[in-house]
């Protein structure tokens, strides 16, 4: 972080990007406490650097990015292995979170992955993340996840569901 400067932003500028999605997939035992690590990095990198960086946190954040030449920085994950509780869902849109794959390739307490041999869907810990999701304005993405499980994500989600990056 200390070293980012302007000639880093460069290529983004010049390309026309305004907008960056940072995810990284992280699951396992740990995954509570790497996601608060991940987070705390990320916003602890954007208040630093806030004459070139702003933190997405709206739709309205999207436009005011835009007119301002700052890029633009919309955290999120690629599992949520970190939700324990729905409750959790609260916690981590306060920190900024507000994208997630619900699962990372493999099975999770919500879904199964893409890689999975079955895909038995969406569980009902499962449901209640998504509808918590939904009534904090976390988008749900379901990249990375078994076919079942993103049909499911459908048929649940009051909100759009994303399908940020997937092969057709």
Not at 44 to 60: K, N, T, Y
Not at 89 to 111: E, H
Request: hydrophobic residues 40%; glycine residues 8%.
């Amino acid at each position: 972080p200390e070293s980012f400067t302007e000639t880093d932003l460069k290529p983004f500028r010049e390309s026309g990007i305004n907008v960056i999605h940072p995810a990284t997939g992280m699951a396992g035992f740990n995954s509570y406490e790497n996601v608060l690590k991940f987070f705390a990095a990320w916003n602890g990198f954007i208040a630093s650097h806030d004459e070139h960086l702003m933190r997405i946190d709206s739709v309205a954040d999207l436009a005011r990015v835009k007119k301002s030449g700052k890029l633009g920085v919309m955290l999120g994950l690629q599992n949520l292995d970190q939700f324990r509780t729905p409750n959790d869902v609260d916690f981590f849109y306060g920190l900024g979170q507000r994208v997630s794959q619900l699962t990372y390739n493999s099975r999770n307490f919500i879904g199964n992955g893409a890689t999975e041999r079955r895909d038995d869907g969406i569980s009902d810990f499962g449901a209640a993340i998504i509808e918590r999701m939904n009534k904090a304005g976390m988008a749900v993405d379901v990249s990375h996840c078994g076919d079942r499980t993103t049909l499911d994500a459908f048929e649940i989600s009051r909100k759009p569901v994303l399908i940020t990056h997937s092969n057709a």
